[in-house]
Each structure stands twice: as C-alpha cells, then as structure tokens.
C-alpha cells in the first residue's frame, strides 16, 4: 500500500510540478494527516490540537488535502485542459472550497490561493518554507480564530506554540530562530478598530513585531490569472 508521500509525488509528477523539500518532509512525516484516521482524529482532535497539531493548524481556515481530494480537485477543476495549459498542485483548502496551490510563476515554483467564486487569486508566498513562516507568523499576531474549537486563549496559545515548535525543525536556520524567539511569549490582547467597533484580539506578538518579523519576505500579491470556475469545467 502506498504512503501519501508516495501517492502526492505521483500527482505532483503528473501535473510536471517538484514538490519543495519542506513539503515533501511534512508529508513523509505525517504532519498533513488528522490523526490515525477520521475516527481517531473526532475522539482525540483537542489531544492532537493541543500537542502534536497537524502542520498549521493554528493557521486560519486552513485544512490539508488527502491524495483522493488532490486527485478530485485536479480532475474536476484545476487541469490544463481547463486552465489554459497551466498545471496545479492544490495542496489543502478553505472552509469555502477555495484551494491552496503549487504552480509555476517566472520560472518558479509558488504557492497561489484560487478562489472558487472570485477572480482574486493571490500569489501567497513565493517559496514554501515562506509559505509556512507567513502563516505561523500571521496566526502569533491573531489567535481569535482558534477559541472558536479549543474556548480559550491559553489553549489557543498551547496550539499555536505546538505547531511553530514542530515546524521550525522545517523551517530554514534563520526563520526558526526568529520565531523560537517567543515560545515564551504570555498571551496579549491588542485592540483592532473595525469602523465603530472595537475587538480585543488575543495575540503573541503586536503590529510592531509583526512587520518585524516578516521583514525582508515578499507580501502576498494579486495573480491576476483567468481561472475557470470550478462548475464550468469538464472533467479531464
């Protein structure tokens, strides 16, 4: 029987896309499963959540694909007879249905987020290792989406802090050193004005330290590509 690494370097392989080291690793590791199988993971998800999370788990609306969904989601939509000859590694979703990518850009290998029922799509990063950086950083500056499942913040941090301990073995030296810098971090809260409206946002880092650490990466940026809508393909 096939391992999933196996199986998604089949895919990749097929659809002339490398797959980076880093996510090659995740998958060899096991990092993209939710537990053992979807039984175990419904009866022990908040054990998993809180110590050994699945890669960016702390990362919001973010959800890994299995082979079969990777396989479904290029047959069914993001194929090169559909998409004027561009190829796609759509390697996990939102809650919504849109999909994160590997495809090619200028002759390299980026991660882009297709949106299913929006022309919006954005280059998300321009390597994988600064894929997950970007995220895990993003998630240190706004942990709010996490109380929704684990209720509170000092779990939401427990979470967060699990899933940047096991992704900076990942990471490149200089971005895991720059995030293991607040493992020890408290949980603050800093205020964000919505119009009117004020929200207190549970956070490990303020604005200040954010832009910090994200200094000299690439900002995501609108891909302005024709992407065909999903119900509009035929199958390839």
């Known amino acids: 029987m096939k391992n999933i690494l196996e199986e998604v370097s089949t895919l990749a392989q097929a659809a002339h896309i490398e797959l980076p080291p880093i996510l090659q690793a995740l998958y060899r590791d096991g990092l993209t499963s939710y537990g053992k199988d979807r039984a175990d993971w419904q009866a022990n ?37 559909s998409q004027n000859g ?3 590694f759509p390697f996990a979703q939102s809650g919504a249905g849109d999909v994160f990518c590997l495809t090619e850009h200028e002759g390299e290998c ?5 949106w ?12 994988f290792a600064d894929f997950i950086y ?29 899933d940047v301990r096991r992704l900076t073995a990942y990471l490149p030296a200089e971005d895991a050193t720059r995030l293991q810098a607040y493992l020890e971090r408290p949980v603050i809260e800093v205020e964000v004005n919505h119009g009117r409206h004020t929200e207190h946002v549970p956070c490990l880092i303020t604005d200040e330290e954010y832009k910090q650490l994200m200094q000299g990466k690439r ?13 509009l393909v035929q199958s390839a």
């Open 86 to 88: 561009r190829s796609f």
């Open 134 to 162: 970007s995220r895990l950083v993003t998630a240190m500056a706004d942990m709010s989406h996490l109380l929704d499942d684990l209720s509170s913040a000092a779990n939401a941090r427990l979470c967060l802090l699990a």
């Open 110 to 114: 980026v991660v882009v987020y297709i």
């Open 45 to 81: 998800w908040e054990h998993y959540m809180l110590g050994a999370p699945p890669a960016l788990a702390s990362s919001y609306d973010f959800e890994w694909l299995d082979a079969e969904a990777i396989a479904e989601t290029i047959k069914g939509w993001l194929h090169p007879q």
């Open 116 to 127: 299913h029922d929006s022309d919006a799509h954005t280059i998300e990063a321009f390597s």
């Open 219 to 231: 900002a995501s940026e609108s891909w302005p590509v024709n992407i065909l809508a999903r119900w």
